[in-house]
């Protein structure tokens, strides 16, 4: 075989995103695991372990954030909520952040009723102007930042809970126009 013949490695702008993360995650395992073999037969220092704490904290932040960015992720949450939540890259939060009236999330959980049909959905940002509403909306196929006009819904009763912003004001449905399930306020 000549030089010519022998395979190469694709650039590395040629291999496919979900290729490349599935190899680079099976070959990250078995160092990981090869690793902590070793790393269980040495005495470690208080400096140490907060190192290992922050490279592992790290490590599972990644893994969340591909997981989340591939079909979202799912916690135990009580019966009154949606299990399933979501993340945003640094690349999707850089043009919310300025000018919006609220701080960046570690995780948006969906916002609908537990077990609804359809795409999850979670409100991420206000942004200066009319409805300028952006939500992070997701199923095991998609994930898309979309700008969602408010629900026109209001509740005629005053709010319960003494700490409302709106005292005995209608208090507005807190999700997008059109969505499945009851009103939130």
């Not at 979900?18 to 690793?35: I, K, N, Q, W, Y």
């Not at 997701?138 to 819904?153: F, G, H, N, S």
């Not at 009763?157 to 912003?165: A, E, H």
Request: net charge negative; with cysteine.
């Amino acid at each position: 075989m000549t030089h010519q013949d022998a395979p190469t490695d694709p650039p590395h702008d040629a291999v496919a995103p979900v290729t490349a993360l599935v190899d680079a995650c099976r070959h990250f395992a078995t160092h990981v695991r090869l690793l902590a073999d070793q790393l269980g037969a040495v005495e470690l220092s208080d400096d140490d372990v907060e190192l290992v704490h922050h490279a592992v904290h790290q490590v599972f932040t990644a893994a969340g954030l591909a997981a989340a960015l591939a079909t979202g992720l799912q916690r135990h949450t009580g019966e009154q909520d949606c299990p399933h939540y979501n993340v945003l890259t640094d690349a999707e939060w850089a043009p919310l952040a300025e000018g919006g009236r609220h701080e960046r999330k570690a995780v948006y959980g969906c916002e609908l009723q537990p077990g609804h049909p359809g795409a999850h959905a979670a409100h991420v940002q206000l942004l200066p102007g009319p409805d300028r509403f952006i939500w992070i909306r997701w199923d095991i196929r998609a994930r898309e930042l979309v700008t969602l006009p408010p629900c026109p819904a209001e509740r005629a009763d005053p709010s319960p809970d003494p700490r409302s912003p709106y005292g005995d004001e209608p208090a507005p449905c807190l999700l997008f126009e059109g969505h499945v399930g009851p009103h939130r306020y």
